[in-house]
């Protein structure tokens, strides 16, 4: 990307560089500016979140999921608390108070993923082990680090784009449509709303977004990549030696050597063809005791992404960023917070607001982003399955609380938990990935996170602030 560029109207335009979209003092606040400039400068500032800023003054992604989780949570967190501060009481965004938490609970799921599934030997025996991976082979035709890897990759890819969707919509809000002297400008948001457009987006907002993890040019280097991998050949080459079938092992001593050799060359290498394209980063494989069969599932989960014509048509939607009536209900919902001058009123709007955004989310965003993917739902499935029937995966659950879990149960919400001994020995009734069994998982969540915020708030906020610390993770 060039580093700094001037339109015709005079206004710089640069994404991710030393400039900012909009550099004209004050001119946010200018009736008169145009929509498409402060929807790039909000588009610009989801950049900016999961980025870092170079000695060149240039900011580069942060290619590591999980900390761009952690920056993603703690922006969440921060509209929250920056709203009421902004506003001077008047409004206060909802929804990104249980984003936070939620998010959170993904940063322990990509956690999750590299320490306890990826890592694989007899630390993990009951998660990895051969017996667990026959039942997995035979159950759903996959094994514990096939899943792994595609729970892992769906979270990268829907954690970022529902991002790069919600929050330009909301800090949008706080940026444009309060003045400097926490007095709301309405008309500006209810003419903006519907303006919000990719297309639209200055030259370098429109390239930094189809450079994007996951976008179409993204893919199409991946693809290259995955190819020409060539830390991938040579951990392969040293299958090439034939083994011996005979002897008291059969040849598996053989193919033990050989696989001792592959999984060491992969540890050793993996960093040296990396580049913000292996899931997890390179940094966490030395940990994998078995990095070249991980390697090998990591190859044909990606390859599988790559080849999925139709997911990457749903995101190429998702990501014109045009307006949807949730998210004109959002902000004509947060209007009416702003002017209402009764406390309970202000509060059932952040209620209603929270509701409508997520609809937002999961059914606009994340149904066509990961869960219409078949054999993400398979896997989902297994997993929730067998976390409801033993200890070894963990529960599709919220955990109000800045630490991963927590041990109290008016604390967290569970997904399709058993309700007695028979429901727990049938197995499960709902599957997350359906719509209607997630929304319904969404109403639980809302309905609990509203009766810890209504009371015990302070506890709540003081987990946020926590959450919010990761702004710099």
Not at 72 to 93: H, N, P, T, V, W
Not at 406 to 419: E, I, K, L, S
Not at 443 to 463: C, K, P, S, T, V
Request: one cysteine or more.
């Amino acid at each position: 990307m060039a580093k700094d560029d001037i339109d015709a109207e005079g206004y710089h335009i640069e994404v991710l560089g030393s400039c900012t979209t909009n550099e004209r003092a004050g001119s946010q606040f200018n009736q008169d500016v145009d929509a498409k400039y402060l929807w790039s400068y909000a588009q610009e500032e989801a950049l900016i979140a999961v980025s870092e800023q170079g000695p060149d003054k240039c900011w580069r992604l942060i290619t590591d999921p999980e900390r761009r989780a952690k920056r993603i949570a703690a922006r969440y967190a921060d509209l929250y608390f920056r709203s009421a501060e902004k506003s001077k009481g008047q409004m206060q965004l909802y929804w990104p108070a249980l984003a936070g938490f939620v998010v959170k609970d993904i940063v322990e799921a990509f956690r999750y993923t590299r320490a306890n599934v990826l890592t694989g030997g007899w630390r993990n025996a009951m998660r990895t082990s051969t017996i667990p991976s026959i039942v997995s082979e035979l159950w759903t035709d996959g094994s514990p680090y096939e899943h792994g890897l595609r729970v892992y990759t769906a979270l990268a890819k829907g954690n970022l784009w529902l991002f790069m969707d919600i929050y330009p919509w909301l800090w949008y809000v706080l940026e444009y449509g309060l003045n400097k002297d926490g007095s709301l400008n309405d008309d500006r948001l209810n003419a903006h709303v519907g303006l919000r457009d990719a297309a639209q987006f200055q030259q370098q907002s429109q390239q930094a977004m189809k450079e994007l993890p996951f976008s179409a040019n993204w893919m199409g280097r991946l693809k290259q990549r995955i190819a020409a991998d060539p830390v991938y050949a040579k951990a392969n080459s040293f299958f090439q030696t034939t083994p011996t079938w005979s002897g008291m092992d059969g040849g598996y001593g053989q193919h033990e050597a050989n696989a001792y050799q592959a999984h060491a060359y992969v540890k050793a290498h993996v960093k040296e063809y990396d580049s913000g394209y292996r899931l997890p980063p390179s940094p966490y494989w030395p940990a994998f005791n078995e990095a070249f069969y991980v390697m090998e599932e990591e190859r044909r989960e990606l390859s599988r992404v790559v080849a999925d014509g139709a997911a990457a048509g749903r995101l190429q939607k998702i990501a014109q960023f045009k307006v949807t009536k949730e998210m004109e209900t959002t902000y004509s919902t947060l209007i009416s917070e702003f002017k209402s001058k009764v406390k309970s009123t202000k509060v059932s709007k952040q209620k209603d607001e929270l509701r409508v955004v997520a609809k937002q989310e999961q059914l606009n965003v994340l149904q066509p982003l990961i869960y219409d993917d078949p054999k993400l739902v398979v896997t989902m499935d297994a997993n929730h399955a067998i976390s409801r029937l033993t200890p070894f995966s963990p529960k599709y659950a919220v955990y109000y609380s800045a630490a991963a879990h927590n041990d109290a149960p008016q604390r967290q919400t569970v997904f399709d938990a058993p309700t007695g001994a028979w429901d727990y020995v049938t197995g499960a009734k709902h599957s997350l990935p359906n719509p209607a069994d997630r929304m319904g998982f969404v109403a639980d969540i809302a309905r609990d996170f509203d009766r810890l915020m209504d009371e015990n708030r302070a506890y709540m906020e003081g987990e946020l602030q926590k959450i919010r610390g990761w702004l710099n993770a």
